[in-house]
């Protein structure tokens, strides 16, 4: 019996230490990400329609590279906004449409959307709320109701570059407008 259970414990740690096939891996898992390296710092994952066109791309912070580990976790701003303009050129994005700029916050982060005509980028970044602050806030006020007047003007934003103050910005998304993803 113990030569037996000598023998089925060795099949069995030879056959663990073997190595998994690429197939194995695609099997489990699915296909690899496609990530292309666009600056020092940032990578880019996109998505195709069917048509290959890119329609949805991720831009997220480096942590590894073949040469360094880095540590940040947030996109350098300056770098980022290089990446978008190479990307998505300001004259390409087209007029930016209304609620250009807004921020929205929910589940300890928050996003803040740009829409152009032909393009929609996104900046999603942590939000860490200091409890000693939320006790000291005022209680809430309620804007007055705009004139008829006001209501009929609906200011959209002319400029075509991202006004945002940088910083924080964990992981960027782009969207085409105009262009189906494939899933």
């Known amino acids: 019996m113990r030569v037996a259970f000598a023998i ?10 073997s190595g998994q096939k690429m197939s194995d891996i695609q099997k489990e898992y699915g296909a690899p990400t496609q990530a292309y390296s666009l600056s020092e710092h940032i990578w880019m994952t996109p998505e195709f329609g069917i048509d290959g066109e890119i329609c949805r ?21 300056e770098e980022l906004k290089e990446v978008l303009n190479r990307l998505i050129p300001p004259v390409q994005r087209g007029s930016a449409r ?29 939000v860490r709320i200091d409890p000693q602050s939320v006790k000291q806030m005022e209680s809430p006020t309620f804007p007055v109701k705009d004139s008829p007047s006001q209501q009929d003007k609906k200011i959209v934003p002319s400029y075509r570059d991202i006004p945002f103050s940088g910083g924080g910005i964990e992981i960027a998304t782009i969207n085409w407008t105009n262009r189906k993803c494939g899933n």
């Open 8 to 17: 089925f414990f060795l099949v069995l740690l030879i056959t663990s230490a």
């Open 57 to 77: 791309a991720r831009l997220y912070p480096k942590r590894i590279s073949a040469k360094t580990d880095y540590l940040a976790k947030e996109l350098p701003f």
């Open 98 to 126: 209304e609620f250009f700029g807004e921020t929205e916050l929910g589940g300890g982060i928050g996003w803040t959307t740009y829409p152009y005509d032909n393009v929609s980028i996104v900046f999603i970044f942590a």
